[in-house]
């Protein structure tokens, strides 16, 4: 097997006007794609997170930031987006912390999933840092 990288995301959301309102007005991520029961969100050139709307004969029980699932987003400054989120009411889960790395802080989103926010420090070593999404965990 040789994958070369993410390619896509899906999120079971309980509302999916109300999911493309928080990713798409609030965060800023582009739409890619859109169906009636299904979006597709994020840069042309990069992965692609998708949302589909939760069955409701089968509802997913584990909507919500205790079934572990983290979604890492990098951002240009943490600071100012996190005064932007404060504005519009989003659900912080864990305010701005600053490591070695850069500056983290923990969103959640209308379902609960957790959205981590990522500014990479690029002052020292910046030939070690990689394109990559360097985050922390939620604790």
């Known amino acids: 097997m040789n994958i070369k990288r993410v390619g896509n995301i899906i999120l079971e959301v309980k509302d ?6 928080f990713y798409y007005e609030i965060l800023g991520m582009p739409i890619k794609n859109e169906r009636r029961n299904w979006v597709d ?9 998708s949302l589909h709307p939760a069955s409701i004969t089968t509802p997913n029980a584990n909507l919500s ?15 100012s987006a996190m005064h932007e989120l404060s504005e519009t009411k989003v659900e912080i889960f ?46």
């Open 65 to 79: 930031k205790e079934n572990g699932i983290l979604i890492g987003l990098t951002v240009g400054d943490l600071n």
């Open 94 to 139: 864990r305010d701005v912390q600053e490591r070695q790395a850069g500056k983290n802080a923990v969103i959640l989103d209308p379902d609960g999933y957790m959205i981590s926010l990522f500014e990479p420090d690029f002052s020292e070593n910046k030939d070690k840092q990689t394109s990559g999404y360097i985050g922390f965990t939620p604790e």
């Open 41 to 49: 969100l994020g840069q042309q050139s990069g992965g692609t997170l």
């Open 16 to 21: 999916l006007d109300a999911s493309i309102k």
